[in-house]
């Protein structure tokens, strides 16, 4: 009976030793199994992440070049500074991940069948998960931050571009409007000189009528003179021109009445020993307008003396004898002191006319006005 119990014992033992020896291989073959599957899908996990680390790090790259160009946009700035110091912390723990799997991996690859090394690999590969969930968020937001910068920097390259178009139009503008104020300038100046040669053209003629009255002003014809400087008053269309018409067209009407105030005088009071024939003086006792000055002669006689035989030092006497006694008001006898000075100025007595122009301009201050104006040039002596 012993031998019997103790023959089932041994049996019992080496069935249980056989049993816990197949059950140990099988651990070590599902061990092996499950390690190489780790093993495999953490080299896969490991090579996307660094696909994603390359990616993010081109992405980095842009992010540097866009801090160091975007111009004063301070939140998006920060914005973007803070998701690449977050995608470097990403790729820098990455890093320290690979260098654990590979130690995690060799360590394996020397004891396949170990528990602990196949816990190790778990838990790498649990955490090679997060971190390429982490480098993949790094790479959204750092992508996402830089699709804004893009947006921003081409807003500023529009208004850039407009700002370029706004300065261009505007130097164009500035360039268009200094070319029309040169052409305006040029016509102004081609105006004027065409104005000049009008207006030069306009005295020439006046200055040639003036001549052509010499004759006239000789014969102390003054009202024809003035008719015939008249014909050209409609030809005349300068305010420099019709200015100086009617200072000429004055002078020969004050011209005129200062003959016509010698007639009336004489007229009115023969001019007794006015006119010296050889050496005696005889008396003025008539006179025309048309035909001159008659003088008295002996035994009843008469001598006509027509107006181009009276001098000027005669007009000048035969005057100023009337004007000691005649009434007349100050624009009167201005008149016909300016009347001395022209007949001296247009007969080219300018030193006689200076002294005579003197005395009418201190009759008064319209005096003086009126010397400039009709006798321009000349300077009255005082």
């Not at 190790?120 to 998960?129: D, G, M």
């Not at 001296?344 to 122009?357: F, I, V």
Request: aromatic content about 4%; some cysteine.
């Amino acid at each position: 009976v012993g031998v019997l119990v103790a023959g089932s014992w041994w049996l019992q033992r080496q069935r249980h030793q056989a049993s816990a020896t197949q059950a140990a291989q099988e651990e070590r073959t599902l061990a092996l199994a499950r390690g190489s599957e780790l093993k495999v899908r953490l080299m896969g996990l490991t090579q996307i992440s660094l696909e994603s680390a390359a990616q993010l790090q081109t992405l980095e790259q842009q992010a540097i070049t866009a801090t160091q160009t975007l111009p004063s946009h301070e939140a998006l700035l920060l914005e973007l500074q803070e998701a690449l110091a977050n995608s470097q912390t990403s790729l820098n723990e990455l890093d320290d991940q690979r260098a654990l799997q590979q130690a995690a991996l060799a360590a394996w690859d020397s004891a396949p069948t170990d528990p602990q090394q196949l816990a190790e690999l778990e838990a790498l590969f649990e955490n090679a998960i997060v971190q390429d969930n982490l480098v993949e968020q790094s790479r959204t937001v750092l992508a996402e931050a830089l699709t804004r910068v893009a947006a921003v920097q081409k807003r500023i390259r529009a208004e850039e571009a407009r700002a370029r178009q706004a300065a261009a139009a505007a130097l164009q503008q500035q360039r268009a409007a200094e070319k029309e104020r040169q052409a305006a300038r040029q016509r102004a100046q081609e105006a004027e000189r065409l104005q000049i040669q009008v207006v030069q053209g306009e005295l020439d003629r006046l200055d040639a009528a003036r001549a052509a009255n010499a004759p006239l002003i000789a014969r102390r014809q003054f009202a024809e003179a003035a008719r015939a400087l008249s014909a050209l008053q409609p030809e005349l269309t300068t305010p420099e021109a019709q200015a100086h018409y009617q200072a000429l067209f004055d002078s020969y009407r004050i011209l005129d009445k200062l003959k016509v105030f010698i007639v009336r005088s004489i007229r009115s009071a023969p001019y007794l020993q006015g006119w010296l024939l050889g050496e005696a003086w005889r008396d003025i006792i008539a006179a025309d307008t048309s035909q001159g000055l008659t003088i008295a002669l002996d035994s009843s006689g008469q001598l006509l003396m027509s107006w181009d035989q009276i001098s000027i030092p005669y007009m000048l006497k035969i005057t100023n004898h009337y004007l000691e006694s005649a009434r007349l008001a100050e624009r009167e006898r201005l008149e016909i002191m300016l009347g001395l000075a022209l007949l001296c100025y247009e007969s080219g007595q300018l030193k006689m006319a200076e002294s005579l122009a003197a005395a009418a301009g201190q009759l008064s201050a319209a005096g003086q006005e009126e010397v400039q104006r009709l006798m321009p040039g000349l300077a009255p002596q005082p």
